[in-house]
């Protein structure tokens, strides 16, 4: 079955600087990907999305990911932060094995220090 | 557009209850999915449904269940409590029909406590 992995529960990183957060999953079939957001209190909203085509994505919010298919990863990564960013990242997976119900990861919350 | 709603945003129930959650997808959406979400478990999916059809389920016992009505609302109910059910409520609702790759918008949630 089907499996998300995200590897880090926290990142604290300070403001302005970089940021990458992890995603592997385990089956190495045609997937479809996922990183959504959960701000403090609120629902989910989607980052982006990877269907097919150039394996880096670009989202909302200065966000971008890169499919590495042989590495079975999906790491978000953004090139500075603000205070706003502050939320729960959660990547998500679909495939026809898990009749395309999204596996979730566990969720990385991005800490920023001023 | 009016996003995605959910009622109530908070319940408190005891155990061996039952309850009802209720979602209004966006306007012109016709698949509505739930989820459970909680600290020890994180996001599971419950179920789909698409035009008043439950399409794809998750692997919740049958003391979960759902429904969809002509307008495309929906809800959930949780029959016989338990505390392990006390979890943040997601639904969220998608707009093309393509349950594989369609974007979903999510609710705020609704918080039930089983005490």
């Known amino acids: 079955a089907q499996s998300v992995t995200q590897l880090d529960s926290q990142v604290p990183v300070f403001e302005e600087a970089p940021v990458e957060l992890r995603c592997n999953y385990s089956s190495s079939v045609s997937v479809y990907l996922f990183w959504y957001v959960q701000y403090p209190n609120q629902g989910l909203q989607l980052l982006l999305k990877?269907?097919?085509?150039s394996t880096l994505v670009k989202g909302i919010n200065g966000f971008e990911a890169e499919f590495n298919k042989s590495q079975t990863s999906f790491h978000l990564r953004k090139p500075s932060v603000h205070i706003s960013d502050t939320a729960e990242y959660f990547c998500a997976v679909s495939d026809l094995r898990s009749n395309y119900q999204l596996i979730w990861g566990a969720g990385t919350k991005l800490i920023i220090k001023p | 557009k009016a996003g995605v709603t959910q009622t109530p945003r908070y319940l408190i129930k005891t155990r061996g209850q039952q309850v009802t959650l209720s979602c209004s997808p966006i306007s012109g959406h016709r698949s509505v999915s739930w989820y459970q979400q909680t600290p020890g478990q994180g996001l599971q999916f419950l179920f789909e449904?698409?035009?008043?059809?439950?399409?794809n389920k998750g692997n919740f016992p049958g003391r979960f269940s759902g429904r969809q009505f002509s307008n495309s609302r929906s809800e959930m109910n949780v029959s016989t409590l338990e505390l392990g059910d006390s979890a943040l409520y997601l639904c969220?609702?998608?707009?093309?029909?393509?349950?594989?790759?369609?974007?979903?918008?999510f609710g705020p949630g609704t918080r039930l406590t089983v005490l």
């Open positions: 990877y269907l097919s085509g």
């Open positions: 969220a609702s998608s707009g093309t029909g393509a349950f594989s790759t369609d974007t979903q918008y």
């Open positions: 449904y698409f035009s008043e059809t439950q399409r």
